[in-house]
């Protein structure tokens, strides 16, 4: 006797492939109860039979536990501000094709294993068996022991940081001594007092003509002033999405200067732009 066979196609999506076959899956189901409703044909071994395939789709794997035991401890640990579990490989025996795997869950101070024919499957059973120990625990942070209150709580943060900065107490940090206020007072000085037809020049250049070679000018008052200039670019764009450049200025006290554009090569020129703006600021007589 011949039977009516009909051909059910659906398609699902997901975030991963598994989830995209349980989607495609689903809808098949779908389609065969509403098939077997409208011709009559839906009878108890045909819901048996979804019953089965749905079983199958709603727990993949063959260890019985419900659900995603490890999601549900991590989202314990999380709502009761504990750190994560942790997962350790205990032991590996058996046949290539028979191997049992023994993977350790621990929280604190609480250890449990789980036993598989897989990682995934031990994983899976030491979290449902710290999930199941651990539920009915006290709720305590990860960094306060039990029985503290939220102000016993902040308490013992305060003394926490406070203990580890102690040793900054008598901890001596340079500051910039006399001797040294005195270096960079004469430096201004000897700055203001400075000579050369460059730095003179400097004085009576405008600075906001586009078409001026800044970098070539800065570079001419460094040499006849003998100090260095460094460009230093920098990888990241700005906010507005154009090129960055550092130039320093190996004086005493060492300056720096920025500069931005829409290329690395403006950006240098608005860099050295800005350093002799500095620089015809502090040679002003």
Known sequence: ?????????????????KEAKHAAAKAVLD???????????????????????KAEIISPYDDKIPGNPIGTLQEMCMSRRWPPPSYEMVNEEG???????TIACVVFKHRETGTGKSKKLAKRQAA??????LQDSPIVSSSVGPGLDDEDEIAHGVANVAARYADLKDSKISTLTTPHSHKVSQFHKNLKLSTGIKLNELQTTSLNDANFNFVQFLQEIASEQ????????IEE????????????LSTLPVAVCYGSGNSSKEAQASAAQNALEYLKIMTKK
């Open 1 to 17: 006797m011949d039977e009516d066979i009909s051909l059910f196609t659906a398609m699902g999506t997901g975030r991963s492939k």
């Open 31 to 53: 389609k065969m109860i509403v098939g077997s409703q409208e011709d009559g044909s839906g009878g108890v071994g045909a819901n048996n039979a979804v019953s089965e395939v």
């Open 95 to 101: 046949l290539p094709h028979e191997r049992l795997f």
């Open 128 to 133: 449902h068996r710290m999930w199941e120990k």
């Open 226 to 233: 003998q100090f260095e200039v460094t460009y230093v670019d």
């Open 237 to 248: 764009k700005s906010i507005t999405g154009k090129s960055q450049c550092l130039v320093q």
